[in-house]
């Protein structure tokens, strides 16, 4: 199971994280986001329930430092040799009075790192205040730079090979959706929904298998569809029901988002009306996307459809969107939100989120779209309308 892209590629990404770090002043950089561990080497494991961390200096390739059992995930998974693995003992898992990072902290002290400026990850899921804690104080005089989001950073205008996975994520999150669609029936459990999704999601198609998605797949119904992201129960779909999906497919780790909705039998006029609004507001966005644009500026086209229809959504509406692990899919950077003065730029992939949420009911549409030379494409393809369930 090699990388799942050249060396040439990685080495690519390595120069950008190493650019980065010499505008932050940087010696070194620690990564505690699996997400930005596989994009800078491929390396991919279940790992990252224990703490593990890649090291980033100017002169080597990366170093992964994790729990000993996971090691071997790292000649299974990336580009990296053996001397890019540092792993502590099994008796340094969940202690209370030692902490794998002491083992880190004696890593880094071998790399003279002592009295340098290392940069860390502060808001990622996986790396906690103890594990800071550890290292800041098993590395003498160190300067603990808070480099947040730096890798992810990097992450956000994608290889054209990139595309191309995106691409077949893409396919992966249409076929589930198709699934969906035809199997749903009043009665029907929402688990027993899933488990068809879910199959489809990681079933794939004839040509390529699926990963597990960094997203939940969620399911919208009843009272659960006056909110943004309730889980599936085993509650019985109804008739009449208005009923919104938000899937993902996810190949190579690279994730692609799709929300769809369905209306069970004969449903108010209101979801049909603003469904309509919405379509209009998605088009409204799409018109607008291209490079050199602002992400607040294809808010400001939703919110001019919104206005015009009397309708009132507070969130931001996308999302950059590409390698993640559960428990989410978007990459930290881009968001299409209002006061979002980031520059859009050619290969960057947005997930497109555009939803309503009612008195008892609510309905989503989305796309995962990449930016082209010109204007904007959508990498995923289904038929907008609300389906309807006879």
């Known amino acids: 199971m090699p990388a799942p892209f050249s060396n040439e590629e990685y080495q690519d990404r390595l120069s950008k994280v190493r650019q980065s770090m010499v505008s932050h002043n940087l010696d070194a950089m620690l990564i505690g986001d699996p997400a930005n561990m596989n994009w800078l080497t491929g390396f991919d494991a279940w790992s990252f329930y224990v703490p593990q961390v890649m090291l980033v200096l100017h002169d080597r390739d990366p170093i992964w430092m994790g729990r000993n059992m996971d090691a071997g995930a790292v000649p299974l998974t990336t580009y990296l040799d053996a001397s890019s693995v540092m792993p502590y003992p099994e008796d340094y898992v969940q202690q209370d009075n030692k ?3 002491d083992v880190v902290a004696g890593y880094l002290c071998d790399k003279q790192l002592q009295g340098k400026r290392i940069g860390y990850e502060s808001d990622t899921y996986f790396f906690s205040p103890k594990s800071l804690a550890c290292l800041q104080s098993g590395v003498a005089n160190a300067q603990w730079i808070d480099a947040d989001r730096l890798v992810n950073w990097c992450r956000v205008v994608k290889s054209d090979a990139e595309i191309i996975v995106m ?12 699934v969906a669609y035809e199997t749903i029936q009043p009665g029907m459990r929402q688990c027993d929904l899933m488990a068809n999704i879910l199959a489809a999601q ?9 990963d597990l998605t960094a997203l939940s797949p969620l399911i919208l119904a009843g009272e659960a569809a006056a909110t943004a992201h309730p889980m599936w129960t085993d509650e019985k779909f ?11 497919g996810t190949r190579k780790r690279y994730n692609a988002g799709l929300a769809r909705t369905l209306q069970l039998g004969k449903g108010p006029q209101a979801v049909f009306d603003t ?3 919405v379509k209009e507001g998605l088009e409204a966005v799409l018109d607008v996307i291209k490079p050199g644009i602002q992400a607040g500026d294809a808010h400001r086209a939703w919110q001019t459809v919104l206005d015009k229809h009397g309708l009132v959504k507070d969130s931001r509406i996308g999302y950059s969107i590409g390698v993640g692990y559960s428990p989410d899919w978007g990459e930290h950077t881009v968001s299409l939100r209002g006061d979002d003065t980031s520059i859009l730029e050619k290969n960057m992939t947005l997930h497109v989120m555009l939803g309503m949420w009612m008195d008892g009911w609510g309905m989503e549409i989305s796309e995962t779209v990449t930016v082209t030379n010109s204007s904007v494409e959508c990498l995923t393809s289904f038929p907008r309308d609300v389906h309807i369930v006879k």
């Open 202 to 210: 990681v079933g794939g198609n004839e040509d390529f298998g699926g």
């Open 99 to 101: 902490h794998p990072m």
């Open 275 to 277: 469904a309509d609004a």
């Open 238 to 248: 109804t008739d009449g029901q208005t009923v919104a999906l938000e899937l993902g």
């Open 167 to 178: 691409r077949e994520a893409s396919r992966l999150v249409e076929g589930a959706m198709t």
